[in-house]
């Protein structure tokens, strides 16, 4: 990849990432007021909800950052658009629409055809089984 277009990459994972950190932290900070302003149970149910939400939204914030972190380090050691499976370059548009992408076009559709003839192995088998008992 063009170190042009590679230095792109670079700052928009980089943006994104500081985006995301300082929205955590703003989070944080309101997270923290509504804590001491607690009155009664309902409150806390509100509270409780509000916790439960911010801490999903949490671990999907981390899974992104983790999957920035992996794409500036793929930049960092010039595996980045390269595909993790078959090693071809993955097209540019593809990055572009989806920058942690790491596999090519025709992996991804080969991936996700596996995973479809694994569920209808999983199905036959379980007709079978069920065949068997009204046997
Ligand atoms: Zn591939």
Redesign the pocket.
Known sequence: METQKLTWFKNWFEAQRETLVQTYTSAQNEFSISKDELADEMDLTSYELEQSMRMRLKARENLFIKKIDEALLRISDGSFGH?K??D?EIDVRRLEARPTAT??V??KEASEHKESIHIDGLMSKSLGKRITLVA
């Open positions: 595909c499976d078959c071809d596999q090519c025709s992996c």
